[in-house]
């Protein structure tokens, strides 16, 4: 029964917190500029708004798709949040974005084709470095199973440094942030075109901006997975990440697409060094 509460739980406040977290971040980047910012808030405001408006579809094809994006990262969260498989989630959101991206080559618009290429860029970038942090939890705690990773008593981010190094680079990519939001940005600080998204409108880019909510929350807790053994200490490191994402957000510029592809493989190679060390200490002890 605990594993349905946690994913009803994940269903219905998941939007809501990642709309607030939405709302810091606007807040915060709005500081570091020299401005004002808008109200906390506002994304909230912002969706109901392109609910109010007239949806403009080129094709019908794009709204499956863009439904299917939603329901799937919905469903990986609620089975992060339910305490089911870590991989069987992982392949569950790598399948969202597979949709997002089928939803963007479904119009006959260049703009959105390339952004929809860039998007499969990432996924080849960020997915590897998601794997093996899957696989470093399950050697640190014998588990793939969310409930007994969060459960066990062992500091996973003291045997894996580097898979969390190497995480926090793909976790700027999956953020959408600077300088790897090669595919569309959360910001207008890029340009008007808005890449993958460009040809949806109205509740069909409000349906977007809800999975990028549900997609945040359930990456923020894969951070706290590696500080799980410490539950106050986790969510101080789950805050202090997403600052500094914030922050790099601020003071880097887009890269070009081959940055983000050999960062992100970089960060790959740093996870495989830190679980072959891992390997190692683990057969020597035995």
Known sequence: MNWLIGAVLFLILAPIAGGLIAGIDRKITARMQGRVGPPLLQPFYDVGKLFEKERAVVT???????????????????LFFAGGDLLLTVFAFTLAHVFLVLGAYAVHSPYSHIGAERELIQVMAYEPMIILAAVGLYMVSGSFYVTEIAATTVPAILYLPGVFLGFAVILTIKLRKSPFDISTSHHAH??????????????????????????????????????????????????????AEIFVDNVTARARWQAALKSGWLATLLGIVNLAILSYMMLGGA
């Open 190 to 243: 890029q340009e008007i075109v808005k890449g993958i998204t460009t040809e949806f409108s109205g509740s069909t880019l409000a349906q977007v901006e809800i999975a990028h909510w549900y997609e945040n929350v359930f990456l923020l807790g894969f951070v706290f997975l590696f500080f799980a053994w410490n539950p106050v200490i986790g969510i101080v490191a789950v805050a202090i990440t997403y600052l």
């Open 60 to 78: 019908t094809a794009q709204n499956f798709y863009v439904l299917a994006y939603l329901i799937f990262i919905a469903l990986s969260g609620a």
